[in-house]
């Protein structure tokens, strides 16, 4: 159908697995609550039932919304089992909703599991354990993730008509992209992309979807179950004074989720490390992708400088990381390896300045990429993005979060004496699945051979630091602790691809 103009579209795009289903039931419930007022919200549900898939419409006007049910808003069904994870199925989505809520501005809410955005679980747990049927072969086989990867999240939004400009002459983005572009250039983008997921505020995402988004709103650290607190973020954005500066809105939001969390009990007992969230401009993302290109070639020519080794691991190993050491806090880590180079010679004066260029990027400015960044209190070092850069120190938070995963004590209800889901597959946080060594191979494995895809990001050069400088750094200085720290099947295999490519300039 057809529906009326207004300021925002929030189109929320839902894949919950069981243990997030009600959470996003809550979700939908505050969205529903908070719509009205020239803010509409659809949103699409996989509850992971594998049955019909729902499209909810909440525009202000459902009667008694403290006591109707959010059926009462569905406005499609897509039949049968939708895999959430294709690129497609999220294409089409968001031309439903430009169609459907003609506006000016639009959001795209991406809700479920991080870094493995938008996880199956069971996919995941099928490919990694190999327990395909006959009539239904290993997944661990098939070269499709059971995830959305971050090129076909690009791909999914580049096929848009938002982003071909195919919305009409008369629609309002259209309209007000023909205003934009006299004064900026640029036109077909998404407004806002909000993550609600664990641990994707990271250069890699940032620089690839530069092009299709004006401003990302991530978290570097987990995002409680509970998710954003959206009836507050709409009701503050229903202030006329910023509804139409989206650069207010996006710098709004972290203050608000800050407040909505801040009295959360962070401790290894909660399985809870901090709460951060910040907002990005990616249309200056190369402020910081430019100067990471020369850490990048500085970091990787140190490599046969024992010295400068140990500095860098050091550097690694105090500086604020997530997600079980897979990402690093960039701006921490250049900070720390600044300051133990002693500038004594042409390669740690190139090195120390290159971490200052790219530390310096990252800070919060007006005119910078990170435009707002709300980290914990004690997460003070947390300023706002994440690189992948593995390295597993001991954490007491995590190693909770693990035996939860495993089918530790968590409850997921009141009442002491539930047991944990069956599987051992309770997640405590909205970050995917929490397994040891094995599947912390796997996801090593799957990361840099998605990040190879990337061609934004793989101009700065950062993945050939991670296969030629890191894996070589690590097997010299840690050679019998691989496995501990990174992985040491994929070192090895980054190392003889190294190995490799070398004869095949030789012989040519």
Not at 282 to 300: E, F, G, H, Q, Y
Request: aromatic share 8%.
């Amino acid at each position: 159908m057809a529906y009326p103009s207004a300021n925002w579209t929030i189109m929320v795009y839902i894949c919950a697995d069981d243990v997030l289903a009600n959470f996003a039931v809550e979700s939908l419930k505050q969205l529903r609550d908070a719509a009205g007022d020239g803010i509409v919200v659809l949103a699409q549900f996989d509850a992971n039932q594998h049955r019909d898939t729902p499209i909810y419409l909440f525009d202000g006007k459902q009667p008694n919304r403290a006591t109707s049910s959010i059926e009462n808003s569905r406005v499609a069904t897509i039949a049968g089992p939708v895999d959430m994870t294709l690129p497609a199925t999220l294409t089409q989505f968001i031309d439903y909703a430009s169609q459907t809520s003609k506006t000016e501005r639009y959001c795209l809410v991406l809700w479920g599991h991080g870094t493995e955005l938008l996880l199956d679980q069971e996919r995941r747990r099928t490919a990694i354990n190999g327990t395909g049927s006959a009539n239904e072969p290993e997944r661990a086989k098939e070269p499709d993730r059971a995830y959305l990867t971050y090129p076909n999240l690009k791909k999914a939004l580049r096929d848009t008509k938002l982003a071909k400009g195919q919305l009409g002459p008369d629609h309002p983005k259209s309209i007000a992209d023909a205003r934009r572009s006299q004064y900026d250039g640029r036109r077909h983008t998404l407004d806002i992309l909000g993550i609600d997921a664990c641990s994707m505020s990271m250069v890699e995402l940032a620089s690839e979807l530069q092009d299709q988004v004006d401003y990302m709103v991530a978290s570097q650290e987990d995002v409680p179950d509970a998710s954003f607190p959206y009836q507050k973020i709409l009701s503050d954005l229903k202030d006329r004074d910023i509804r139409q500066d989206v650069r207010k809105v996006c710098k709004l939001i972290p203050g608000l989720y800050h407040q909505a969390f801040r009295d959360y009990i962070a401790s290894p007992g909660t399985g809870v490390k901090a709460i951060t969230l910040a907002s990005l401009d990616l249309t200056k993302v190369r402020s910081i992708t430019d100067p990471l290109t020369k850490l990048a070639t500085a970091l990787l020519n140190s490599r046969y400088d024992e010295s400068l080794r140990q500095k860098i691991v050091a550097a690694r190993s105090e500086a604020q990381d997530y997600d079980f050491g897979l990402f690093v806090d960039l701006c921490d880590f250049c900070e720390r390896l600044g300051y133990k180079l002693s500038r004594q010679n042409i390669a740690e004066i190139g090195l120390a300045s290159a971490c200052k260029a790219v530390s310096d990027a990252i800070k919060v400015h007006e005119d910078g990429c990170v435009i707002e960044n709300q980290p914990d209190v004690k997460q003070n070092h947390s300023h706002g993005l994440s690189i992948y850069f593995p390295y597993r120190t001991e954490d007491e938070t995590e190693e909770v979060q693990e035996a939860l995963a495993k089918g530790g004590s968590r409850q997921p209800l009141k009442g002491g004496s539930r047991q944990p889901l069956k599987g051992g597959s309770r997640q405590p946080l909205k970050g995917g699945s929490r397994q040891p060594l094995k599947e912390r191979t796997a996801r090593i494995q799957e990361l840099e051979a998605d990040f190879t895809q990337l061609d934004e990001f793989r101009r700065t050069g950062w993945d050939e630091f991670i296969k030629q400088g890191w894996s070589f750094i690590l097997a010299n200085e840690t050679p019998f602790q691989l496995d501990t720290y990174y992985s040491a099947e994929q070192c090895a295999a980054n190392l003889l691809s190294l190995c490799s490519s070398r004869r095949d300039e030789k012989a040519a």
